[in-house]
Each structure stands twice: as structure tokens, then as C-alpha cells.
T-cell receptor, first 110, second 115 residues
Framework: ELKVEQNPLFLSMQEGKNYTIYCNYS?????LYWYRQDPGKSLESLFV?????AVKQEGRLMASLDTKARLSTLHITAAVHDLSATYFC??????????FGTGTSLTVIP | NAGVMQNPRHLVRRRGQEARLRCSPM?????VYWYRQLPEEGLKFMVY????????ESGMPKERFSAEFPKEGPSILRIQQVVRGDSAAYFC?????????????FGQGTRLTVV
């Protein structure tokens, strides 16, 4: 079974600071997705990464994928309070599933 | 194009009752996934269905749980004889292509509480 690990699980950061969330997965895949979930809400798609070396940016968030290292990163630049949420990475596999990481709960404090 | 629609949003059942959760995928999407999320945890895959077919149910408990996606109508996740441990948020997602090849779009979830 494909395993997806995220770290850190919990992240408290000050506004204006930068940080990176890591997503490691256990078997070969070239499809990696990042989602955001606000408390009590559904999951919102943030990024779709479909090839080695893919990099996508939206506002203060930037995601990248290294399929050889089986690693994706979600980098946060100059955090603001509105980014407080739980972030999930998910990996697609040839078995037609999405496997989710455990999530990173981000709190941005003033 | 409406998003993935789940109903009900909240469902309360007594122990031993049945729970039926419905999911209407986005228009044009024929691939449906069900996930369970316990408080403060990630999403656990339960089942992947295409129209009229169960493709992968490796995440489904062997007893009391079943899922279907008929030719007409929504996908249904059915939990028989619910127990307190079934209390969770159940999310449905849909995609236009086979799982993993494109992003999945999620519904708002059904929050099941067993009392």
C-alpha cells in the first residue's frame, strides 16, 4: 500500500515568516495534489503536479514535485492569518486511488 | 456546473440504525470516491466506484458497510447497524478520469453522529 507522510503535523508560525511543508510518499508516482481544508469544511484543491520538477505558485503558496526523491513541498512565503488551515497532500497511483497524507495543521499568529 | 453534492450535511443516528449517505458527482464525472475523516485525522480511503461498478473497496470495513453507484442517481454509502465508532465526517469526491490521473473535487461532507 502506498504510504504518504507529511511533516510537520502541526505548524505554528508568525505572520510574515516563511516555512515549508514536506510530503513524502513510498512508491513511484508522478501525480501529486495539494488540498486545503478549513475547520468543518470540505477540501479545496490548491495544486496539481503531474511531472517531475513541476512547480506551481499561487499567491503566497508554491508547490513543487521531485518524483525521484518521492517528495513534494509546499512553501509558504510571508504567511498571513488567512492561510491558517489544514493542508493535505495526496498521491495518485496506477491503482486508481488517491492516497492522502495525515495533514499539516497550520496556524499563523500575529 | 454544480459541484459535488452530498446530503445530508449532518446525520444523527442511534446505535443499531442504518445510515445512508448520498453523493451526486459533478456533471460529466463518472468516477466517485468515498473517504472517512475522524476528528483531527486525515482522510482514509474507503471505496472507488465507477458507474455501476465497484473498482476498489479495499478501504471498506468488511461488515456493515456497502457502496453503490447506480446507472441513474447518486452514489450511496450505506452503513448498517451503526456504532459509536462510525461517527465521523464522510467525504465524497468525483473526477472525470480514472482515479489519480486528475484532481478530485470534494463535496461538503456528511457528518455522521451516532448516539
Amino acid at each position: 500500500e502506498l504510504k504518504v507522510e507529511q511533516n510537520p503535523l502541526f505548524l505554528s508560525m508568525q505572520e510574515g515568516k516563511n516555512y515549508t511543508i514536506y510530503c513524502n510518499y513510498s512508491t513511484t508516482s508522478d501525480r501529486l495534489y495539494w488540498y486545503r481544508q478549513d475547520p468543518g469544511k470540505s477540501l479545496e484543491s490548491l495544486f496539481v503536479l503531474l511531472s517531475n520538477g513541476a512547480v506551481k505558485q499561487e499567491g503566497r503558496l508554491m508547490a513543487s514535485l521531485d518524483t525521484k526523491a518521492r517528495l513534494s513541498t509546499l512553501h509558504i512565503t510571508a504567511a498571513v492569518h488567512d492561510l491558517s488551515a489544514t493542508y493535505f497532500c495526496a498521491v495518485g497511483n496506477t491503482g486508481n486511488q488517491f492516497y492522502f497524507g495525515t495533514g499539516t495543521s497550520l496556524t499563523v499568529i500575529p | 456546473n454544480a459541484g459535488v453534492m452530498q446530503n445530508p450535511r449532518h446525520l444523527v443516528r442511534r446505535r443499531g440504525q442504518e445510515a445512508r449517505l448520498r453523493c451526486s458527482p459533478m456533471k460529466g464525472h463518472s468516477h466517485v470516491y468515498w473517504y472517512r475523516q475522524l476528528p483531527e485525522e486525515g482522510l482514509k480511503f474507503m471505496v472507488y466506484l465507477q458507474k455501476e461498478n465497484i473498482i476498489d473497496e479495499s478501504g471498506m470495513p468488511k461488515e456493515r458497510f456497502s457502496a453503490e453507484f447506480p446507472k441513474e442517481g447518486p452514489s450511496i454509502l450505506r452503513i448498517q447497524q451503526v456504532v459509536r465508532g462510525d461517527s465521523a465526517a464522510y467525504f465524497c469526491a468525483s473526477s472525470p478520469l480514472p482515479g489519480g490521473n486528475t484532481e478530485a473535487f470534494f463535496g461538503q461532507g456528511t457528518r455522521l453522529t451516532v448516539v
